[in-house]
C-alpha cells in the first residue's frame, strides 16, 4: 500500500517525511514522483539518520550519507531474496550462460597485447590511466545532497 496516510508496516511506501528516524527503508525515490532508483538489489536496505527542514538524511549499504527531499518516496523494510550472494556458479559454463565472456589474465597474454603503455603510445594518447581511475562520476546536482562518502 502507498500514499501518505498508510500504516508503518513492511512493504507499505511513503513520504520520507512519515517515516520515523532509524527505520529501514529501500526503494527510495532521487526525486519526487520519479519512481525509486535507490537500494534496490536484494537483502539490501537504508536507515534514515536525521530530518532537517525539506531533507532527510539516510544512511546509504555503502556507509555513504546522502539527503533526500522529504516528500521523496521510500519504502519500509528490507529487501528480501538476500541468499543470491550466497549461490556458487560452479563453473564456466553457467557463467557463459548467463552472458558474461570468458577474460584471460593480462599475466597469461602475449607481452605486447597486455602492455598498456604501447598500446597508448600507439594510439598517440599520452594519458596513462593503467592505475585506474575514479569509478564515481561527479555531477554537480548530485554532489549538493551528498554528505559523506
Known sequence: MSGEKSSLTIANALPLSNIPVGMSIHNIEMYPGAGGKFIRSGGTSAQ???KEGKYVTVRMPSGEVRKFLANCYATIGQLGADEW?????GKAG????MGVRPTTRGKA??????SQVLIREELGDSRLICGGTNQRERKLEAESILISI
Open 94 to 97: 553457467r557463467k557463459h550462460h
Open 109 to 114: 597474454r602475449a607481452w605486447d597485447t597486455r
Open 48 to 50: 534514515i539518520t536525521s
Open 85 to 89: 550472494k550466497l549461490v556458487t556458479i
